[in-house]
């Protein structure tokens, strides 16, 4: 699958080994939540909202409850929004896209969903939108790639793959929905992960 | 009253900090990113908790030399609903009394390293002034009859949310034109993304020089999806000259009455409306005024502008479009 990879890199998932992992991870966090109906999967801007929307389906497929699915964008939510007193900001805003929690949150277990776990401070910006929006019973998370060095004290729940890597590479997580094809690349490349 | 020094008048080149100074230093994507940004904050607004953590932290000054309600208000909700800490100086009752010049407020508030400074001035290129001798963004809230970058915004984003697809729609703009700084603003906001404008009132009161068809005959608003009307402005008007006979001469023949409009017809206003001269009670409180709506909108697009000045605005432009929200 990685020869269609518009980005090179190192194949460490292909499409099969993608949807075996999260198959696992859904069995998980059925076997973890006796009660399905208070569970929501929140998935974080971009990647992450795919995932949890494939996650519910599979959670579904082996437990017949579909859990309450939302959306987090955490921009606004960030620890590096500017630089202050710089001329520009080091690296530029990512792009604002939609927070969708349609679903009242007191009382249940958020499942926090998204691609690669890095420094921790996206799962922290995403906890601080999920609070401002209600009061959960219990947040998990759930991630396909947990690469290591974390800058926070911030553990998954649910890790499809630990991979543990260099500052200087990249995971690529590529998904039909958003790249054209499933596929979890590692790419040599000097620029940091988003976080 | 502050002389500017010529020198003091020349456009920063290439300001390093980002400013709201003008219409003109705006491109359809940025106009785009704005919007985008606005409506994404729109919907945070929704929620139980309406602030948000983005500019904790940062300083925002608004600085106000002419009266305001919606501007400043706004403003400073804006940087409320941010986060920010906020401190509004109004030149009544602060040392602009005393007689302070308007460069030694800037530096006296400059030096609380403030991280925006929204200003509005009486005088031409205030802002582009306090942006030059303070090391703040500046976001011009009004210069003059010169320009009021925010207002645009706010009536774009207002026009998407209430009348739809910007580009092709018709406005009429009604009213005292000639010291408007608002219908300046907009003229160009209309020519970013694709608005017709029709300037429609009293001849000494249309300037010739501004892009845009005019017609002296009330008849023309018409043809206009949407008519906005602009304030009778008493204040900018030079002792003495006689821009239109009376008032009530200019309700007759221009006063935005339900008989001049179509059915249906949108109206708007930059506020505050002088009620029974340039707008009819009975417009200004239908269902068809959007004057409520301008003035939610005005809340956001002030959000986005701040947010944007500080953060330099995502890259590429793919602002968020109403749909991916909705």
Redesign the interface.
């Known amino acids: 699958m990685s020869t269609h990879a518009p980005v090179q890199g190192k194949s460490l998932l292909d499409a099969d080994g993608l949807a075996r992992t999260l198959s696992r991870i859904a069995h998980e966090i059925v076997e973890g939540n006796p009660s399905l109906d208070a569970v929501a999967l929140v998935g974080i801007q971009t990647r992450g909202v795919p995932l949890a929307r494939r996650l519910a389906r599979l959670i579904e497929e082996r437990a017949g409850v579909e859990p309450a699915l939302g959306a987090v964008?955490i921009?606004?939510?960030?620890d590096d929004?500017?630089v202050?007193?710089g001329?520009?900001?080091l690296s530029?805003?990512?792009?604002?896209?939609?927070?969708q929690l349609d679903f009242p949150l007191d009382g249940r277990t958020v499942v926090l969903v998204d691609d690669v776990l890095y420094t921790g401070r996206t799962i922290r910006a995403a906890i601080?939108a999920l609070f401002?929006?209600?009061r959960p019973a219990r947040v998990q998370l759930a991630v396909l790639v947990d690469r290591g060095h974390r800058e926070l004290p911030i553990r998954p729940d649910y890790v499809g793959k630990n991979l543990p890597t260099a500052r200087g590479e990249r995971i690529q997580v590529q998904l039909v929905e958003v790249d054209e094809l499933d596929a979890v690349l590692l790419v040599g490349s000097p620029e940091e992960e988003s976080r | 009253m502050i002389r500017l020094v010529k020198d003091d008048l020349r456009p920063p080149g290439d300001p390093p900090k980002r400013h709201l100074l003008s219409v003109a230093g705006l491109t359809r994507d940025d106009v785009e990113r704005l919007l985008g940004t606005a409506r994404t904050f729109e919907t945070s607004l929704e929620r139980h908790v309406k602030k948000l953590p983005t500019l904790k932290g940062h300083l925002i000054v608004n600085l106000f030399y002419e009266s305001s309600t919606r501007t400043s208000s706004s403003f400073e909700l804006a940087a409320k609903r941010l986060s920010a800490d906020t401190l509004n100086v109004k030149s009544t009752g602060s040392s602009v009394d005393k007689g302070e010049s308007l460069k030694d407020t800037a530096l006296t508030l400059g030096a609380y390293d403030p991280d925006v400074i929204v200003i509005r001035h009486p005088q031409i290129g205030a802002p582009q002034f306090v942006a030059r001798v303070t090391e703040a963004h500046v976001v011009n809230a009004g210069d003059g009859k010169h320009q009021h970058p925010t207002q645009a915004l706010l009536d774009l984003y207002t026009l998407r949310k209430e009348v739809g697809e910007l580009d092709g729609l018709h406005v009429a703009i009604v009213g005292d034109v000639l010291h408007s700084r608002v219908a300046r603003s907009l003229l160009q906001a209309f020519a970013l993304v694709g608005i017709r404008a029709t300037l429609v009132g009293p001849p000494a009161l249309l300037p010739r020089e501004l892009p845009a068809e005019t017609s002296t005959d009330i008849g023309a608003i018409l043809d206009a999806d949407v008519v906005y009307v602009l304030r009778m402005q008493n204040e900018r008007m030079e002792a003495g000259a006689n821009f239109v006979p009376s008032l009530r001469e200019y309700t007759a023949r221009w006063g935005i009455t339900p008989e001049r409009l179509r059915p249906g017809q949108k109206v708007m206003h930059p506020g505050p409306m002088n009620r029974g001269v340039e707008i009819d009670p009975r417009i200004a409180d239908s269902p068809d005024s959007l004057i409520t709506t301008q003035v939610r909108s005005g809340l956001v697009v002030r959000m986005a502008v701040l947010y944007d000045v500080l953060t330099g605005g995502p890259v590429g432009v793919q602002a968020l479009a109403a749909a991916e929200v909705a």
């Open positions: 964008d921009t606004f939510y960030r929004v500017t202050r007193g001329e520009a900001p530029a805003q990512p792009v604002v896209r939609a927070t601080d401002d929006y209600g």
